[in-house]
């Protein structure tokens, strides 16, 4: 079982690897580093051309992981998720084809494009770790995670995913335009002839393996502690949320169990096996933002989130 100290030194060899083809967005590439090494499902909500699926990509490689992308559309059956079964005329039975969800890295584009239906298929697969064609329930990768994105202006013909389903995801990561200084570098690599979506990526080499991988999280939820001062912490800081009067709905016992394993998850990365507040004060916000509903009253007076999370850490005694 690896150490802490090993697992944030693979890490940070991992990260170095991302930096190497995607410039900038350092809270977005770190909170995705977080949410891989806790085990979770991330949504990535941002503007078109910000690097979501090159991001996906690179962890991919880094990882040594089968990845497959699928464009979520109005008319994509669970079938095209799941697989089906087609006759074998010269076996003379029906053998199951497998579809794009059995793979280790999945990139679900535009999620709220696709109908309830199809959504609840890849769903299921994010909650149970399996999928469901014809009564018959299999198996999906041990290091399955989503990394699904959705545009945050464009609303026309999409399916927006309901609180509960919103609910399976560990994190909800913002990606907003890159900063100036990191386009232009990014134009400069173009520039000179070096097109990061193709020989970068190629040039990359994995850096753990799935098993590793797996590993590498055992480790973080065996080595990395919380002290019962910090449990209660996450505990009222996740039932404040339920009080504050601009919020319709707080955050559910699951968002405590989130908040707690990405924090021990930051934790490792900065080289720590012990949860502090401010880990769980860092978390918060992508752990939370898509759990939370505001009243409409609060949404009309413009109230938004991190206001509402702002009060609630003013409201919560923080642990000596």
Do not use: W
């Not at 021990?264 to 759990?291: I, N, Q, Y």
Request: proline share 7%.
């Amino acid at each position: 079982m690896p150490s802490v100290a090993s697992v944030c030194e693979t890490f940070r060899r991992l990260s170095e690897g991302v930096d190497s083809v995607v410039v900038g967005q350092k809270k977005v590439k770190e909170r995705l580093l977080v949410c891989l090494l806790a085990g979770g499902h991330a949504l990535l909500e941002g503007v078109p051309g910000t690097a979501k699926t090159l991001l996906a990509l690179v962890l991919s490689r880094l990882l040594g992981c089968r990845f497959r992308r699928i464009q979520f559309t109005p008319d994509l059956m669970p079938a095209d998720l799941v697989g089906t079964n087609i006759f074998n005329p010269k076996a003379n039975e029906f053998e199951f084809r497998p579809g794009p969800l059995f793979t280790d890295l999945l990139l679900a584009d535009e999620i709220n494009r696709t109908p309830p239906k199809t959504q609840s298929a890849l769903l299921e697969a994010m909650q149970e770790h399996a999928a469901t064609t014809d009564g018959v329930r299999r198996e999906v990768s041990p290091v399955f995670t989503v990394l699904a994105t959705q545009n945050p202006v464009e609303f026309e013909g999409t399916y927006p995913l309901p609180e509960a389903q919103r609910d399976r995801f560990l994190m909800k990561i913002a990606i907003d335009y890159p900063e100036p200084a990191d386009e232009t570098a990014m134009l400069s690599a173009y520039a000179a002839g070096r097109r990061l979506h193709d020989e970068a990526v190629e040039a990359l080499t994995p850096v753990l393996s799935r098993e590793e991988l797996l590993e590498t999280r055992r480790a973080v939820a065996r080595e990395v502690r919380a002290e019962k001062e910090v449990l209660e912490y996450i505990q009222k800081v996740v039932s404040a949320t339920r009080r504050d009067p601009s919020v319709q709905l707080g955050a559910g016992p699951r968002s405590g169990i989130a908040l707690l394993e990405t924090s021990r998850a930051l934790a490792t990365l900065r080289g720590r096996d012990f949860v502090t507040p401010d880990d769980v004060k860092e978390m918060a916000s992508p752990v939370l933002v898509h759990r939370v509903i505001l009243t409409p009253e609060a949404e009309m007076e413009g109230t938004v989130l991190e206001d509402v999370l702002r009060r609630t850490f003013e409201q919560v005694e923080v642990p000596r």
